[in-house]
C-alpha cells in the first residue's frame, strides 16, 4: 500500500531525509520510531501529498505522490504533528465541513459514525475551543477516520490523551490496521512494542534498522537471556545451572535470581527447568528477558538519548 | 466546482462566528445611512425653495467604496494567514482540494459577504425611488453594482493573494491596505502632474472605471482591467501556497 523509494527531502541545504526505503502492506500496522527531528514528520507529509520530495518516489494505495496527489489524497487519512481544528467551530461542524470536502456521501451518518469510533459522540454540538487537549486529539483523529482511508497516516497519535484514552486509542488503531495500513510515528518505544507489526527505525533522515519489534530484539541482541528464580541459595543454583551444556554467562543478582544467556534459536529452558528441579529446587520463575526497545533504540541512534 | 462552494460557504459562515460582520457593517452602514438621510435632508430642503436637482443613490455608492479600501483587508487578512499560522493549511492540503480550489474559495466566501451587505444597501436606492418623481433611473443603479462588484471583488482578490503569502496577518493587512490604497488613490495622480502622456496612469487607477461605472458608463476597458486583477491576486494566491508546499 505503501512503497517509498530513494525518498530525499532537502530544506535547503539541510538534508532531511536521505534515500528512504521502505513499504508497507495492507492490514499491517508499521511503527515510525526517531527521535525529535529525525525525519518522520518529513516523511509523512511527502506520503500525504502536503509537500513534494526532492528526489526519489512514494507510492500510496497506488498512486505516485507527485503526479497523482490528488488520488493519493481521496485515499489516505492524516492526523498532524499539529492537531489541525478550527476552534472556534463546532466539532459536528467541523468534521462535515471535512467530510463535504472529501464528498462523501451520508455525510452527516459518517460524522457521527466518527465521533463513536472516537468516543466522542456526546460532545459533537461543543466548540472544539473548549475541548480538553485529549478529545481535541480524539477530534483530529475522527477527522482522519471519516473517510474511511485506505491508508492511515498518524502522527504521535497518541501524544497528549490520558492512560486511558491511550489504551482505547491503541484499541482503535488496532482494529483499522486490520485491514488497512496504519502507518503511525512514535517516540514512546513501548507503544510500538506492543500497537506495531513492524518497526521502522529513523536516526538523521536515514532507516537504521526495520523488522519486526522479536527480530530487532533478537537480531541485536545474538542471544536470549533468562532469569530464573528458586526457592533457595541463589549461589548454589547458579553452580547447578552450569551444567547445562550450551548456557553461558552465569550471573546471580541481588535479589535471589539467576540470570544466564544462550545462543538465540536454540531454547535452553526446558533443559534447566529439568536440571534446576531435578537437583530438588522448588522453581518458582522462569523467565525471558527481552532486551527492551529503549536500549535497541538507543543503541541504533547513536546513544544520543543517554547525552 | 463543489470544493470552491464548500469552502467558501465555511468561510461567509465563520464571518458570523465572531465580531468582524458586525464591525464591518457598522462601519458600513452607519456612514451611509448618516450620508443618505444628509442628502435626502438637503435635497428636500432645496425642493422646498423650488430648486435643486433630484437625488441619485450614487454618491453613498461612492462611500461605500471608499470605506471598503480600509475594511476588505480585514475581511482578507486572516483568510490564508490563519490557515498557516494554526496548522490548518496542512489539512487543506492533504484533503483532496486543488490549491487553485481553495484560493477561489477562500476568495468567493469574502465575496458573498460583499454580496450580504450589498444587498442591505439596496435599500437606499428602493427609498429613494418613492421620492422622486418619476422614479430613479434603475439601469444607472445597475451600472453602479456591478462596479461595486467588480471593484470589491478586485480589493479581495489582492487582499487573497497577499494573505496566501505572509503567516502574521497583520503583516497581510497592512501590506494589502499599501497596494489598495496606492491602486486607488496614488497611481492616478501622475494623470494630473505630467504635461503630456500622463493619462496613462489614469487606466491604472481602480477608482477611475469604477466612477464612469457609478455615473452610468460601463467601459469595456474597466470590465477587463478589474477582472484581470481578480485573476491576477487569486493566481497570486495560488503560486504563494504553491510555493509554500515546496519550501
Keep these: 500500500m505503501i512503497k517509498v523509494s530513494g525518498l530525499t527531502k532537502d530544506y535547503g541545504s539541510r538534508r532531511a531525509i536521505n534515500n528512504l526505503n521502505f513499504d508497507c502492506q495492507q492490514g499491517e500496522i508499521v511503527g515510525f520510531l526517531g527521535p525529535n527531528g529525525a ?27 507527485v503526479e497523482e496527489s490528488l488520488e493519493v489524497r481521496k ?50 454540538d461543543g466548540y472544539i475551543g473548549n475541548l480538553s487537549k485529549g478529545m481535541k486529539q480524539r477530534v483530529g ?45 512514535t517516540h514512546l518505544l ?57 548456557v553461558r554467562k552465569v550471573e546471580t543478582l541481588d535479589d535471589g535470581g539467576v540470570e544466564f544467556e544462550f545462543a538465540s534459536g536454540k531454547d535452553l529452558r526446558p533443559e534447566v527447568a529439568r536440571q534446576v528441579i531435578g537437583d530438588g529446587y522448588d522453581l518458582l520463575e522462569l523467565r525471558p528477558l527481552g532486551m527492551s526497545l529503549e536500549e535497541i533504540f538507543l543503541e541504533l541512534t547513536g546513544n544520543e538519548g543517554k547525552k | 466546482m463543489k470544493n470552491i462552494w464548500t469552502i467558501a460557504k465555511r468561510e461567509y459562515d465563520n464571518y458570523f462566528n465572531g465580531p468582524l460582520a458586525y464591525v464591518v457593517m457598522l462601519a458600513v452602514l452607519l456612514p451611509m445611512g448618516i450620508y443618505f438621510s444628509l442628502i435626502l435632508f438637503y435635497s428636500s ?29 480585514a475581511l482578507t487578512m486572516r483568510l490564508l494567514s ?10 487543506l492540503l492533504t484533503a483532496p482540494v486543488r490549491d487553485s480550489e481553495l484560493v477561489i474559495g477562500k476568495w468567493l466566501g469574502a465575496m458573498l459577504f460583499i454580496l450580504f451587505v ?72 501622475p494623470a494630473g502632474l505630467l504635461p503630456q502622456g500622463g493619462e496613462v496612469f489614469n487606466y491604472l487607477s481602480i477608482q477611475n472605471p469604477y466612477d464612469q461605472m457609478n ?28 510555493i509554500r508546499r515546496w519550501r
Excluded at chain 1, 460524522?111 to 459533537?124: F, T
Excluded at chain 2, 455615473?215 to 504553491?242: D, H, K, N, R
Aim: aromatic share 8%; net charge negative.
Design chain 1, 39 to 65: 525525519g518522520k514528520t518529513t516523511t509523512m507529509r511527502i506520503l500525504t501529498g502536503y509537500m513534494p520530495p526532492s528526489d526519489g518516489e512514494a507510492i500510496v494505495a497506488g498512486y505516485d505522490v
Design chain 1, 75 to 124: 485515499r489516505v487519512g492524516y492526523l498532524p504533528e499539529t492537531v489541525p481544528l478550527y476552534y472556534d467551530m463546532v466539532v459536528f461542524d467541523y468534521l462535515k465541513y471535512m467530510g463535504e470536502l472529501r464528498h462523501i456521501p451520508n455525510v452527516d451518518e459518517r460524522v457521527e459514525e466518527a465521533l463513536d469510533m472516537v468516543g466522542l459522540i456526546n460532545r459533537s
Design chain 1, 141 to 185: 483523529l475522527a477527522q482522519a477516520l471519516l473517510h474511511r482511508p485506505e491508508v492511515l497516516i498518524l502522527d504521535e497519535p497518541t501524544i497528549g490523551l490520558d492512560p486511558g484514552q491511550v489504551v482505547e486509542v491503541r484499541e482503535l488503531i488496532r482494529s483499522i490496521g486490520k485491514e488497512r495500513t496504519v502507518l503511525l510515528s
Design chain 1, 190 to 246: 513501548n507503544e510500538a512494542q506492543n500497537l506495531c507489526d513492524r518497526v521502522l527505525i529513523i536516526n538523521k533522515g536515514k532507516i537504521v534498522a526495520e523488522d519486526t519489534t522479536e527480530n530487532l530484539q533478537a537480531r541485536l541482541l545474538g542471544a536470549e537471556r533468562v532469569v530464573v528464580r528458586v526457592r533457595g541459595e541463589a549461589d548454589e543454583l547458579a553452580s547447578s545451572i552450569k551444567t547445562v551444556k550450551g
Design chain 2, 45 to 73: 430642503q432645496q425642493a422646498m425653495f423650488g430648486g435643486g436637482a433630484a437625488p441619485s443613490a450614487q454618491p453613498i455608492n461612492g462611500l461605500f467604496v471608499f470605506l471598503m479600501v480600509f475594511l476588505s483587508p
Design chain 2, 82 to 91: 490563519d490557515e498557516a499560522r494554526m496548522g490548518t493549511l496542512e489539512l
Design chain 2, 118 to 189: 450589498l444587498l442591505i444597501t439596496l435599500v437606499y436606492p428602493l427609498v429613494l425611488n418613492n421620492f422622486v418623481e418619476p422614479g430613479i433611473d434603475w439601469l444607472a443603479v445597475i451600472s453602479s453594482y456591478i462596479g461595486l462588484i467588480l471593484v470589491c471583488g478586485t480589493m479581495l482578490a489582492i487582499g487573497v493573494g497577499v494573505s496566501a503569502i505572509f503567516t502574521n496577518q497583520f503583516a497581510s493587512f497592512f501590506v494589502t491596505l499599501g497596494i489598495i490604497f496606492f491602486l486607488y488613490f496614488m497611481i492616478g495622480l
Design chain 2, 215 to 242: 455615473a452610468g458608463t460601463m467601459t469595456l476597458g474597466g470590465i477587463a482591467y478589474y477582472l484581470s486583477l481578480i485573476s491576477l491576486g487569486l493566481f497570486t494566491g495560488t503560486t504563494a501556497i504553491e
